[in-house]
């Protein structure tokens, strides 16, 4: 199982970025995937959640900024995340929602968000 995540960049303060994460090895349709992010020096935190039924869960921190969505048959998750601020910024993955256990993290990609 491979988890890419990519979309990320340097934007300001307002903008918007949409994230991409392709899954090879296991269909998206079967599990909850979310999106993750850390920052240098913290645990890594749940960002955003869809479950296999279809309904979404948001940190309180993103609620009505950003919103997740899947692709089924491109086996694909995405991140739209709209007003932007510094402390957004960080490296963001995709992985399983929900329950402790997680595929193997794969790169993540990088946001940065400028003041």
């Known amino acids: 199982v491979q988890l890419q995540a990519s979309g990320g960049g340097l934007v300001q303060t307002g903008g918007s970025l949409r994230l991409s994460c392709v899954v090879s090895g296991t269909s998206i349709t079967l599990s909850d995937m979310g999106w993750y992010r850390q920052v240098p020096g913290k645990q890594r935190e749940w960002v955003a959640g869809f479950r296999t039924r279809g309904t979404t869960d948001y940190a309180d921190s993103v609620k009505g900024r950003f919103d997740i969505s899947r692709d089924g048959a491109k086996n694909m998750v995405f991140l739209q995340m709209n007003g932007l601020k510094p402390e957004d910024a960080g490296v963001y993955y995709c992985?399983?929602?929900?329950?402790?256990?997680?595929?193997?993290w794969g790169q993540g990609t990088q946001v940065t968000v400028s003041s």
């Open positions: 992985n399983l929602f929900g329950g402790t256990y997680k595929l193997t």
